[in-house]
């Protein structure tokens, strides 16, 4: 069984995040008010969020929380059949995504329940999860060690193409 549909598409998405997420990363300078105990988080997140909350007028953000922990794919490049291979790489950033994501999402479901966070998605191909939130929701997910960075919603579209 041939899976090119199944990873043809998603690969491209990986590739535009890494390229899109290279500038990432506010400073605490970017903030206008950050209490004491959270300077260590805010540069987690970046400084265009705090813009679209500031100017937010439901008081919410939708943000991507990418987790530090992205799966290891250098066993499956060394697959030689297709078939097996496309597995590999499907469980491989299936299964990180499952056991990393499981303790954040858990405390993100608990906020949702207190009001602080309106929507939240897990993602696998790149393990991140995105997350409709305001500011004590922010808080809360710049605070947990498996979040790298903090960024702002983006749409990310594929490109056309064109005849040849």
Known sequence: MRLPKLFALPLIGIALMLVLFQPWGGTASNQASIPANNVVYA???DAEVWKTLQGSPDGTVTVLALLAEQADLSAAAQ????DTRGWAVY???HDTATRTQADV???LTSLQSEGHINRLKSYWIVN???VQTN???LWALAA???ISVILPEMKLELPTVLPG
Do not use: M, S, V, Y
């Open 43 to 45: 540069q987690k997140i």
């Open 128 to 130: 991140l999860i995105l």
């Open 79 to 82: 697959i030689a059949d297709h």
């Open 135 to 137: 500011e004590t929701g």
């Open 144 to 146: 947990r060690p498996e």
């Open 105 to 107: 999402l858990a405390q």
């Open 91 to 93: 469980n491989t950033l």
